[in-house]
């Protein structure tokens, strides 16, 4: 991979008016913020807000090897007097959330906002999480924007918000507020100095008398916001000509109420949490009923409850999933006994089913395919593209719960294991980026305990779940610029792995790696596989001459088709009687050679040899010969 020399792009000038989804929105208001110092960790659907940032100029961005190091970076540039932010998934929170219960009562200098992207519908998560709970939790402020232009005037806010109080602000972004693109006016970078590192062991070094001495300022801060709120801009009260019902939301329901309800009156909560109670009340004595539509969680509407404040939520509104105008039409019909909307009459079109995959030639195509072909085994798996080995055609995974945890779950699954189980073999997949992200500990753990586990550590240089995104494994940068590359073999040795127990393998090589996978696997002891083969999305990857079949060939053996790369398709499907009269299925299969990249894997397991490069390009249209000049001028 060629070095790429970084240059920023040149920033919009103030008063444009941009197309730009939330993250792009963030992005720029970070920038003009007068931010130093940016970190993150990859993670749909806040992936976007650091590859944005980093293109723009004046200020250090980072991947961080996971979100708590990200946000220790922030904090530690907030500490100096620098702005600073971080931005990860809901998820990428709880890793964090150790360094944030406590920097909440060091408080911060200089602004520190941290962006949380909730994915509301499950698009790309192992859960559907809350975070706003967070603020509660760690008596910080939350912001919730709407729309994109919301997400960049509230991402400045609180930066002002944070310097105010000298407290970090959570700025809550849903999947959609992320993604959705709408016009935003921006404005001009304003430059902060900053003030440098003071001293101060009882502010910064967090020992328990310390915390102690912190812990009313911290309360007596709480009411200070909670004022803040009441008087804020943020939270507003829009009037409505039908005021049966009233309803109390935030983020991007909001956006969903007044496309269902555009005559009712609402009260947008853009600064959520301390919640504005008396704002409420006054807006509790303009309606007739209040209803509370929140995604996901009835946060605020056990709080409001809990004030005395009579409010419908959670029991006519579902607790997952977004609150879209379908949802919410005929849960407030049935609130007011009127008849439910009619529904559209639209025959849905026919899809033809298409499970989610890896890519073609993906390296960790031969890892499912060689981990199918294990008997008796218990596989764990991690976070990642890797995951998908738990689909067809593989099945090759029995157990994944979040970042680094496959480690874990191996070593309790062999100390735990059952007597009927003692012959078993218990395998853990991670990731290269997983890896260091949070599985060293669990390796490190089942190396200390002396555990019986295979690990398979997929090294494919990249984050390949969220866009191919540089980390230590590739040696490059959030720029593209080089930097150290980590070598993995080396590292699990020193993680205490025995180095005869150490494997590095072509997981392209299938007879290899099952050969080294099914050895490892009888050893009773801690053995690494390490696959090193780059992800077929990053300049890394080198495609090789394409494959086709020959179809008189082809006897329908489907072993091809086990390995599960798209580019393979099943034309044709029978079953032929055996002498023995057992019945065998056959699949005739084709392959797409504009899609092959030749990596050869549909190539080892093919029986009867039908597979060979291709002889001639295959073009879609025909090419005619070039025109004579004689035929030219007739």
Same mark, same amino acid.
């Given at each position: 991979?060629?070095?790429?020399?970084?240059?920023?792009?040149?920033?919009?000038?103030?008063?444009?008016?941009?197309?730009?989804?939330?993250?792009?929105?963030?992005?720029?208001?970070?920038?003009?913020?007068?931010?130093?110092?940016?970190?993150?960790?990859?993670?749909?659907?806040?992936?976007?807000?650091?590859?944005?940032?980093?293109?723009?100029?004046?200020?250090?961005?980072?991947?961080?090897?996971?979100?708590?190091?990200?946000?220790?970076?922030?904090?530690?540039?907030?500490?100096?007097?620098?702005?600073?932010?971080?931005?990860?998934?809901?998820?990428?929170?709880?890793?964090?959330?150790?360094?944030?219960?406590?920097?909440?009562?060091?408080?911060?200098?200089?602004?520190?906002?941290?962006?949380?992207?909730?994915?509301?519908?499950?698009?790309?998560?192992?859960?559907?999480?809350?975070?706003?709970?967070?603020?509660?939790?760690?008596?910080?402020?939350?912001?919730?924007?709407?729309?994109?232009?919301?997400?960049?005037?509230?991402?400045?806010?609180?930066?002002?918000?944070?310097?105010?109080?000298?407290?970090?602000?959570?700025?809550?972004?849903?999947?959609?507020?992320?993604?959705?693109?709408?016009?935003?006016?921006?404005?001009?970078?304003?430059?902060?100095?900053?003030?440098?590192?003071?001293?101060?062991?009882?502010?910064?070094?967090?020992?328990?008398?310390?915390?102690?001495?912190?812990?009313?300022?911290?309360?007596?801060?709480?009411?200070?916001?909670?004022?803040?709120?009441?008087?804020?801009?943020?939270?507003?009260?829009?009037?409505?000509?039908?005021?049966?019902?009233?309803?109390?939301?935030?983020?991007?329901?909001?956006?969903?109420?007044?496309?269902?309800?555009?005559?009712?009156?609402?009260?947008?909560?853009?600064?959520?949490?301390?919640?504005?109670?008396?704002?409420?009340?006054?807006?509790?004595?303009?309606?007739?009923?209040?209803?509370?539509?929140?995604?996901?969680?009835?946060?605020?509407?056990?709080?409001?409850?809990?004030?005395?404040?009579?409010?419908?939520?959670?029991?006519?509104?579902?607790?997952?999933?977004?609150?879209?105008?379908?949802?919410?039409?005929?849960?407030?019909?049935?609130?007011?006994?009127?008849?439910?909307?009619?529904?559209?009459?639209?025959?849905?079109?026919?899809?033809?089913?298409?499970?989610?995959?890896?890519?073609?030639?993906?390296?960790?195509?031969?890892?499912?395919?060689?981990?199918?072909?294990?008997?008796?085994?218990?596989?764990?798996?991690?976070?990642?593209?890797?995951?998908?080995?738990?689909?067809?055609?593989?099945?090759?995974?029995? @157990?994944?719960?979040?970042? !680094?945890?496959?480690?874990?779950? +191996?070593? %309790?699954? $062999?100390?735990?294991?059952? *007597? /009927?189980?003692?012959?078993?073999?218990?395998?853990?997949?991670?990731?290269?980026?997983?890896?260091?992200?949070?599985?060293?500990?669990?390796?490190?753990?089942?190396?200390?305990?002396?555990?019986?586990?295979?690990?398979?550590?997929?090294?494919?240089? @990249?984050?390949?779940?969220? !866009?191919?995104?540089?980390?230590? +494994?590739? %040696?490059? $940068?959030?720029?593209?610029? *080089? /930097?150290?590359?980590?070598?993995?073999?080396?590292?699990?040795?020193?993680?205490?792995?025995?180095?005869?127990?150490?494997?590095?393998?072509?997981?392209?090589?299938?007879?290899?790696?099952?050969?080294?996978?099914?050895?490892?696997?009888?050893?009773?002891?801690?053995?690494?596989?390490?696959?090193?083969?780059?992800?077929?999305?990053?300049? $890394?990857?080198?495609?090789?001459?394409?494959?086709?079949?020959?179809?008189?060939?082809?006897?329908?053996?489907?072993?091809?088709?086990?390995?599960?790369?798209?580019?393979?398709?099943?034309?044709?499907?029978?079953?032929?009687?055996?002498?023995?009269?057992?019945?065998?299925?056959?699949?005739?299969?084709?392959?797409?050679?504009?899609?092959?990249?030749?990596?050869?894997?549909?190539?080892?397991?093919?029986?009867?040899?039908?597979?060979?490069?291709?002889?001639?390009?295959?073009?879609?249209?025909?090419?005619?010969?070039?025109?004579?000049?004689?035929?030219?001028?007739?």
């Amino acid at each position: 991979m060629a070095t790429a020399v970084w240059k920023p792009i040149q920033p919009a000038a103030a008063q444009s008016r941009l197309l730009m989804s939330g993250n792009d929105a963030v992005a720029r208001a970070v920038w003009e913020a007068g931010v130093r110092v940016a970190a993150a960790y990859p993670g749909t659907p806040a992936t976007e807000m650091l590859e944005v940032i980093s293109t723009y100029p004046d200020l250090y961005a980072e991947w961080s090897v996971n979100e708590k190091v990200s946000l220790e970076v922030a904090f530690g540039a907030s500490m100096a007097g620098s702005r600073a932010f971080c931005a990860m998934k809901h998820v990428g929170l709880n890793v964090a959330s150790d360094a944030l219960m406590t920097m909440t009562l060091t408080g911060v200098v200089g602004g520190l906002v941290i962006a949380v992207a909730d994915d509301v519908g499950l698009s790309s998560s192992q859960n559907e999480q809350d975070s706003r709970y967070w603020g509660r939790f760690a008596h910080v402020p939350v912001l919730e924007p709407a729309d994109s232009q919301e997400a960049y005037d509230f991402a400045l806010a609180a930066f002002a918000l944070s310097e105010r109080f000298q407290v970090p602000v959570l700025l809550r972004m849903t999947t959609r507020v992320c993604h959705v693109k709408a016009l935003v006016t921006v404005g001009e970078r304003q430059e902060n100095t900053a003030c440098g590192f003071a001293k101060d062991a009882s502010r910064w070094v967090m020992t328990p008398a310390a915390a102690g001495q912190r812990l009313p300022q911290m309360f007596e801060r709480d009411l200070q916001l909670r004022q803040e709120s009441e008087a804020s801009k943020l939270n507003l009260i829009e009037a409505g000509s039908d005021r049966r019902i009233g309803f109390i939301t935030s983020g991007p329901a909001y956006m969903h109420v007044r496309e269902s309800f555009p005559e009712a009156p609402v009260l947008k909560l853009g600064f959520s949490h301390p919640l504005p109670f008396t704002l409420i009340r006054e807006f509790a004595g303009q309606c007739e009923q209040l209803v509370v539509v929140e995604e996901v969680e009835p946060l605020i509407e056990t709080e409001v409850k809990a004030q005395g404040i009579a409010v419908t939520g959670k029991d006519i509104l579902p607790r997952k999933g977004e609150l879209a105008p379908n949802v919410l039409k005929p849960a407030i019909a049935r609130l007011l006994g009127e008849a439910l909307p009619e529904e559209a009459n639209i025959t849905p079109m026919p899809v033809f089913p298409r499970p989610p995959t890896m890519c073609v030639a993906c390296p960790h195509l031969g890892v499912y395919y060689t981990l199918s072909q294990l008997r008796n085994s218990t596989i764990s798996g991690d976070i990642g593209c890797y995951t998908l080995g738990a689909g067809h055609p593989w099945n090759a995974l029995d @157990a994944c719960i979040s970042m !680094g945890a496959s480690m874990g779950m +191996a070593h %309790g699954l $062999d100390k735990g294991r059952a *007597e /009927a189980e003692k012959d078993k073999k218990i395998v853990a997949v991670i990731g290269d980026s997983t890896f260091m992200h949070m599985g060293m500990q669990g390796l490190l753990n089942i190396a200390y305990n002396r555990g019986n586990v295979t690990v398979l550590l997929l090294d494919n240089r @990249a984050v390949g779940m969220t !866009g191919g995104q540089n980390n230590p +494994a590739n %040696g490059y $940068d959030i720029h593209g610029e *080089e /930097a150290p590359r980590i070598d993995f073999a080396q590292l699990v040795k020193a993680l205490g792995v025995k180095e005869e127990r150490v494997h590095v393998v072509d997981p392209y090589a299938l007879p290899v790696l099952f050969k080294t996978l099914r050895e490892e696997t009888k050893i009773p002891e801690l053995s690494v596989i390490i696959t090193d083969q780059p992800c077929v999305l990053i300049n $890394d990857y080198h495609n090789h001459a394409p494959f086709e079949v020959i179809e008189d060939k082809c006897t329908g053996c489907g072993n091809c088709v086990e390995i599960g790369c798209p580019a393979i398709h099943v034309t044709r499907r029978d079953t032929v009687k055996k002498p023995n009269g057992k019945e065998v299925a056959r699949a005739f299969v084709r392959i797409e050679s504009v899609a092959c990249t030749g990596c050869a894997l549909c190539l080892q397991p093919c029986a009867p040899e039908a597979i060979v490069h291709v002889s001639a390009p295959k073009m879609p249209i025909k090419i005619m010969p070039p025109m004579s000049k004689k035929s030219a001028k007739e």
